[in-house]
C-alpha cells in the first residue's frame, strides 16, 4: 500500500476553486504598473493598504463589482490588501513595538534581498558561499559576524 504523509499540510483544495485567479491577475498588474513587490516598500504601507482594503470593500458593498482601472473584482483586490497585511504584520515594525522590532526587520529584509539576489547570481554565476548560501562579501550576517 503507498503511503503519504501529507496529513499536516496545507490544503489548497479547500480554496473555492477559481476565486485565485482574479487575486492573481490583480497582483500581476501591481508589478507591472509599479514593479514586482513594490507594495513591500510603500510608506505608511500598513495603513494605506489597510484603508485601500475598505475602500475596495465599501466600493463591492454599494453594488460596485469591478474596479475600474483593472476590470478585477473589488474583492480580488481587497483580499491582496488583506494579504499584504498580513505580510506586514509578520515582517516589518508595528507601531506598539517602537525601536525595538527594527533589528529584526532589517535583518528579515536583507535576508530576503540576499537571498534573492543570491539565487539570480547563482544562477550565472560561481563564487565563494558562506554559511547563508550568499556571495559572502555581499552577506550583511557574515559582515556583521565579522565586525562584532
Known amino acids: 500500500?503507498?503511503?503519504k504523509h501529507d496529513q499536516s499540510k496545507p490544503r489548497f483544495s479547500?480554496?473555492?476553486?477559481?476565486?485565485?485567479n482574479a487575486v492573481?491577475?490583480?497582483?500581476e498588474f501591481g508589478a507591472s504598473k509599479y514593479a514586482e513587490n513594490n507594495w513591500q516598500t510603500v510608506p505608511d504601507a500598513r495603513r494605506?493598504?489597510?484603508d485601500a482594503m475598505h475602500r475596495h470593500i465599501d466600493a463591492w458593498w454599494q453594488g460596485e463589482e469591478e474596479d475600474k482601472e483593472t476590470g478585477e473584482s473589488h474583492l480580488a483586490h481587497a483580499v491582496c490588501c488583506a494579504m499584504f497585511l498580513m505580510w506586514l504584520d509578520s515582517n516589518l515594525v508595528k507601531p506598539e513595538q517602537g525601536l525595538a522590532g527594527v533589528g529584526a526587520v532589517m535583518r528579515n529584509l536583507a535576508e530576503m534581498a540576499h537571498r534573492k539576489h543570491g539565487e539570480a547570481e547563482s544562477k550565472t554565476l560561481k563564487y565563494a558561499k558562506?554559511?547563508?548560501g550568499l556571495k559572502k562579501e555581499?552577506?550583511?550576517f557574515c559582515i556583521n559576524e565579522a565586525n562584532q
Do not use: F
Open 1 to 3: 500500500m503507498t503511503m
Open 14 to 20: 479547500l480554496i473555492p476553486v477559481g476565486t485565485l
Open 24 to 27: 492573481i491577475r490583480v497582483l
Open 48 to 50: 494605506r493598504y489597510y
Open 130 to 132: 558562506c554559511g547563508h
Open 138 to 140: 555581499l552577506c550583511h
